[in-house]
């Protein structure tokens, strides 16, 4: 990875040089100090108004599903099974009581936790379904700025009003000029591009 001192360089007034776009090690440096560490906008609540309803979403490279769990709370959880890493959740959005893998079954629940594990007579005596390792990963932390969803990989940091400043005040005007005071996603989700 090039040091700062070069990746200043690469910026002048008036202009950007290429590489900023184009080099991988770059990319990899974006990856890890932007969606692993920033607040990352995953979905509105409106798109996930009832319990079991969810999203699939990304944070960087990482899929992830937004989701309303059995008891209202707003959840984002990594889009990956504990057991061999695939991908559980395959529709963009819907409403389900649970979410299955279909590589081998593992079942979990919507906040992540693991429900269940077919056949289990193959695994380790040691294996625990309670363990936190068995369970979909949740983000490290997870914040709602009037029904705006935000996940952020990092466990601290600035909280997210800090990190949207006065980006506030852009939410707040759109907000509050809606009749009632909400706004929703209508259609189909906005997925944000890398």
Not at 60 to 85: F, S, T, Y
Not at 151 to 165: I, R, Y
Request: aromatic share 10%.
């Amino acid at each position: 990875m090039a040091s700062n001192e070069t990746l200043n360089s690469l910026v002048q007034p008036g202009r950007v040089h290429r590489r900023l776009y184009t080099d991988p090690a770059i990319f990899e440096a974006e990856m890890e100090w932007i969606f692993g560490t920033a607040w990352i906008y995953v979905g509105h609540e409106s798109q996930i108004r009832q319990p079991g309803d969810y999203l699939r979403a990304f944070i960087g490279r990482k899929p992830v599903v937004l989701v309303r769990d059995g008891e209202g709370q707003v959840r984002v959880i990594h889009n990956q099974c504990a057991h061999r890493g695939s991908l559980v959740v395959a529709n963009d959005k819907g409403n389900t009581n649970e979410f299955m893998c279909c590589y081998h079954g593992w079942t979990y629940h919507l906040d992540g936790r693991l429900k269940a594990v077919p056949l289990q007579h193959g695994d380790p005596r040691d294996f625990d379904p309670n363990s936190p390792k068995t369970a979909m990963v949740a983000a490290a932390r997870v914040k709602s700025y009037r029904g705006f969803v935000f996940a952020s990989e990092a466990t601290d940091g600035p909280s997210l009003e800090e990190s949207l400043g006065y980006m506030t005040t852009s939410f707040d005007d759109m907000i509050d000029r809606a009749p009632d005071g909400e706004i929703e996603v209508a259609g189909q989700h906005i997925q944000a591009c890398l």
